[in-house]
């Protein structure tokens, strides 16, 4: 069935520092992916999108690359900052339920 | 704010009860998904509706159910309440795209369930 992973986290880095948050999927066909940021104590929102192989997604500094080859989507940020701590998720879209199918979550924390 | 509204935020009940969590979509969207968020089993998808009618289901107990009424707000029905029901519980809503697809899916800020 349709799967994400995602690294394990906690992720720990200094402000200004380079980010990388590794997820992969499996999948039937090719469904769009996501990546979703939940603030402590919020609910979880749309950090970006790609909806077919080379696209590249970015929003707020953030990008992501559907890489259909390697099955990855990584999320990258090139210089962090205290206020983007927070759990981010990868997630894809099955195409025959319409579900969201969400990776465990990768917890980053920024210190200044 | 995404637009989809949740109530009541937080909710603490005892084993063995029932209660009902609430929804509103987006204006203009259709489609609602509720999820549930623990700890031990991550953000798992429970339910989908469709303008009124269920669409998918995915791993909802039969405690559980769900309904959505004609002004598109959904109900999250869940009833002889176990510790393990403890979570956050997820509504997001969605737009049905043209030749049947539907776009991102935007979250409510979630109802906190403790189970005592």
Sequence with gaps: GNSVTQMEGPVTLSEEAFLTINCTYTATGYPSLFWYVQYPGEGLQLLLKATKADDKGSNKGFEATYRKETTSFHLEKGSVQVSDSAVYFCALIDPYADKLIFGTGTRLQVFP | ?116
Excluded: M
């Excluded at chain 2, 005892?14 to 968020?37: E, K, M, N």
């Excluded at chain 2, 700890?39 to 339910?47: K, P, S």
């Design chain 2, 1 to 116: 704010d995404s637009g989809v509204t949740q109530t009541p935020k937080h909710l603490i009940t005892a084993t063995g009860q029932r209660v009902t969590l609430r929804c509103s979509p987006r204006s203009g969207d259709l489609s609602v998904y509720w999820y549930q968020q623990s700890l031990d089993q991550g953000l798992q998808f429970l339910i989908q509706y469709y303008n009124g009618e269920e669409r998918a289901k995915g791993n909802i107990l039969e405690r559980f159910s769900a309904q959505q009424f004609p002004d598109l707000h959904s109900e999250l029905n869940l009833s002889s309440l176990e510790l393990g029901d403890s979570a956050l519980y997820f509504c997001a809503s969605s737009e049905r795209l043209e030749g049947g697809s539907y776009n991102e899916q935007f979250f409510g800020p979630g109802t906190r369930l403790t189970v005592l």
